[in-house]
C-alpha cells in the first residue's frame, strides 16, 4: 500500500507526459502574452507621461505666452492626446489579458470611437496650428481683423470637439459598423464591406484625414517659404545704419531658424505616423489585397503621434531648441572674428531670453517688409518697432 501510495504522489508531482505537454502549452503561451502586452503597456505610458510633462510645461508659461492663440491650440492638442492614450490604451491592456473584452460589441463600438476620433481630433488641431501660423506670418491683417487671440482658439477648439463627435458617432448610429480586426487586439470600423453606406463613410473618413494632412503640409511649407523671402528681403534692403540691420537680421535669423525647425518636424511626424492609416484605409475601402499585419502596424504606428507631439510643440520649441542655438552660438563665436564677436554676443541673448519670439517676427514682418527700399532706419526708428513688438505682444 506504501508503495502504491508513493508512485501516485510521484506521479502527482512530476505528471504524466500529457500534463507536462499542457503546462509547458500554458507557459508559453503566458510568456508570449506578456510579451505582447509589453508594446501598448510602454506606449500608454510614453503618452501619458509625456503629456502631462507638456501639461505641466505650459502650465507655468509666461503669462504673454497664454494669451496666444498658439498656446491655447497647442494645450488642447496636448489635453486631446492624453485623453486619448488614458482611454484607449486599457481597453487595449485589458483585452490583452482576457481576449473576450473586445469582442462584447458595446466595447468594440466604442474602442472603434475613441480611434476614429482622437485620431481625425489630433489631425484637425494640428493642421488649426499650422493655420494659425500661416495667418500670423503670412497675412497679418487678416490675422488682427479676424481677432485671432485665445478665444478664437477656445471656440474653435470646442467646434472641433463637438463636428468629430458628431461625424465618428455616425458608425453606433448605424452608417457604418464596427468590428474586432484579424489580430483580434483592436477594432475598427468594416472597411471591406460590401454595403454603400459603410463603404462611403470608409471613404469619406479617410479623404478628410488626407486632406488634414494635405493641408498642415502646405500650410507649413507656405509659412517656410515666407520666412525664407523675409529673410531675403531683410538682408537685401539698404539701410544706413549697419547695427540696425544687422539687428533685424540676427532677429530673422533666430526666429526663422526656430520656426522651420518646428514646423518641418510637424510635417516629417504628421505624414510619418497618419500616412500609413489613410492609406490602408483605402486599400481595404477599394477591396485591394487584405494585410492584416499591414493593418495592425498602421495603427501602431498612429498611436505614436500622441506620445511624439508633447515633445515637438512643448519641450523641443522652448528649451532643447534655444540650448542648442546657444551651444551652436558658442561655437560660432570662438571661431568668429574679434570684431564681429562682440555685436552678436550682445543682442543674441536678448533674443534667447525673450518670451514671444513668433509675435517678434509678425511684428517685424508687418513693419519692414511694407516699408520702401528708400527709407533710412534711425535710432527712433529701432525704438518705436521695439514699443510696437512689445504692444503686439
Not at 15 to 31: D, I, R, W, Y
Not at 42 to 57: D, E, Q, R, T
Not at 234 to 254: D, E, G, I, N, Y
Request: charged fraction near 15%; proline fraction near 4%.
Amino acid at each position: 500500500m506504501w508503495v502504491t501510495v508513493a508512485m501516485e504522489s510521484h506521479n502527482f508531482t512530476h505528471g504524466s507526459p500529457v500534463s507536462v505537454n499542457k503546462t509547458q502549452t500554458l507557459q508559453s503561451e503566458m510568456a508570449s502574452v506578456q510579451t505582447a502586452i509589453s508594446l501598448p503597456i510602454f506606449m500608454f505610458a510614453g503618452g501619458a507621461i509625456g503629456n502631462l510633462i507638456a501639461i505641466i510645461v505650459l502650465s507655468v508659461s509666461r503669462q504673454e505666452r497664454k494669451s496666444s492663440a498658439f498656446y491655447t491650440l497647442v494645450c488642447g492638442l496636448a489635453v486631446t492626446d492624453l485623453l486619448g492614450t488614458c482611454l484607449a490604451s486599457p481597453l487595449t491592456i485589458a483585452n490583452y489579458l482576457d481576449q473576450h473584452v473586445l469582442r462584447n460589441q458595446h466595447a468594440c463600438e466604442f474602442h472603434s470611437f475613441l480611434l476614429l476620433f482622437f485620431g481625425l481630433t489630433g489631425l484637425s488641431i494640428i493642421c488649426a496650428m499650422a493655420a494659425e501660423r500661416y495667418l500670423a506670418i503670412c497675412c497679418p491683417y487678416t490675422y488682427q481683423r479676424w481677432g485671432v487671440d485665445r478665444r478664437f482658439a477656445q471656440k474653435f477648439l470646442f467646434f472641433i470637439y463637438l463636428s468629430h463627435i458628431f461625424f465618428c458617432c455616425l458608425p453606433m448610429m448605424g452608417m457604418a459598423r464596427s468590428e474586432l480586426q484579424s489580430s483580434a487586439t483592436w477594432c475598427f470600423i468594416d472597411w471591406r464591406t460590401q454595403d454603400p453606406a459603410a463603404a462611403a463613410y470608409s471613404i469619406m473618413y479617410g479623404a478628410v484625414s488626407l486632406l488634414l494632412i494635405m493641408g498642415t503640409i502646405v500650410l507649413n511649407l507656405a509659412v517656410c517659404g515666407a520666412l525664407l523671402l523675409m529673410r531675403q528681403r531683410t538682408v537685401q534692403r539698404p539701410v544706413t545704419r549697419a547695427s540696425v540691420r544687422q539687428r533685424w537680421k540676427a532677429l530673422s535669423s533666430a526666429a526663422e531658424t526656430q520656426m522651420m525647425a518646428v514646423l518641418v518636424t510637424t510635417s516629417v511626424v504628421v505624414l510619418a505616423c497618419s500616412a500609413p492609416l489613410v492609406v490602408r484605409v483605402f486599400a481595404n475601402s477599394f477591396k485591394m489585397k487584405t494585410d492584416p499585419k499591414a493593418d495592425l502596424a498602421a495603427i501602431r504606428i498612429a498611436s505614436v503621434n500622441p506620445i511624439l507631439d508633447p515633445w515637438i510643440y512643448i519641450l523641443l520649441r522652448r528649451s532643447l531648441f534655444r540650448r542648442l542655438l546657444s551651444l551652436s552660438r558658442r561655437s560660432s563665436s570662438t571661431r568668429s572674428s574679434a570684431s564681429s564677436s562682440p555685436q552678436r554676443n550682445l543682442f543674441y541673448p536678448d533674443i534667447m531670453r525673450d518670451s514671444h519670439v513668433f509675435t517678434q517676427l509678425m511684428c517685424s514682418t508687418n513693419i519692414i517688409t511694407q516699408l520702401p527700399a528708400t527709407v533710412k532706419f534711425t535710432p527712433c526708428d529701432t525704438e518705436s518697432l521695439q514699443q510696437t513688438s512689445h504692444t503686439a505682444d
